[in-house]
């Protein structure tokens, strides 16, 4: 099946400096990568996402670039903000099998004032 | 629309004792699944549906039941609860793409 790898576990940054959160998948079938938040005592939500027919989306200050020959995604956020601290999680699937997604671990992002 | 519907939002058992998650959405998904997220784990996937009548396993189904009898509806069925057990249990729904989660609930085993 497919194996999800999530680096760095924490991450801490100053109030304005980006953010890099990477992913490695293990399924080559996967074709659909998303990026969730979750708040303290709250549900994911998604926060952006990319198909494997592209190589990088943006999104405000949010980017998902995609490296299929690698199988590594990584998430970065520009000129972050206290309220951008959260745990994000990495994802993979194949859309075709929707709801069979596999996670990563998980970052602690902290953003410090 | 209310999106993913969950309950209880908190539930404590006892060792042996079995119960049933609520799991409904208003959105008309083909797609359902069952996570349990343990710290430092991230969300694991118990069980999943792909449409009503069709489900499978997922990484952790041991000790967890699923049916899907109707689109909308996917109750999650802990058969012999277990202090293992104790976890945050989230549903969630899809069409494909974006999963729309519940609230989640959160359940201890003592």
């Known amino acids: 099946g497919e194996n999800v790898e999530q680096h760095p576990s924490t991450l801490s940054v100053q109030e304005g400096d980006s953010a890099v959160i990477k992913c490695t998948y293990s399924?080559?079938?996967?074709?659909?990568f998303p990026w969730y938040k979750q708040e303290l005592g709250k549900r994911p939500q998604l926060i952006i996402d990319i198909r494997s027919n592209v190589g990088e989306k943006k999104d405000q200050r949010i980017a998902v670039t995609l490296n299929k020959t690698a199988k590594h995604f990584s998430l970065h956020i520009t000129e972050t903000q206290p309220e951008d601290s959260a745990v994000y999680f990495c994802a993979a699937s194949i859309l075709r099998f929707a709801g069979k997604s596999t996670f990563g671990d998980g970052t602690t992002l902290t953003v410090k004032p | 629309n209310a999106g993913v519907t969950q309950t209880p939002k908190f539930q404590v058992l006892k060792t042996g004792q079995s119960m049933t998650l609520q799991c409904a959405q208003d959105?008309?998904?083909?797609?359902m699944s069952w996570y349990r997220q343990d710290p430092g784990m991230g969300l694991r996937l118990i069980h999943y549906s792909v449409g009503a009548g069709i489900t499978d396993q997922g990484e952790v189904p041991n000790g967890y039941n699923v049916s899907r009898s109707t689109t909308e509806d996917f109750p999650l069925r802990l058969l012999s609860a277990a202090p293992s057990q104790t976890s945050v249990y989230f549903c969630a729904s899809t069409n494909g793409g974006e999963a729309f989660f519940g609230q989640g609930t959160r359940l201890t085993v003592v």
């Open positions: 959105m008309n998904h083909e797609y």
């Open positions: 399924d080559s079938a996967s074709n659909y």
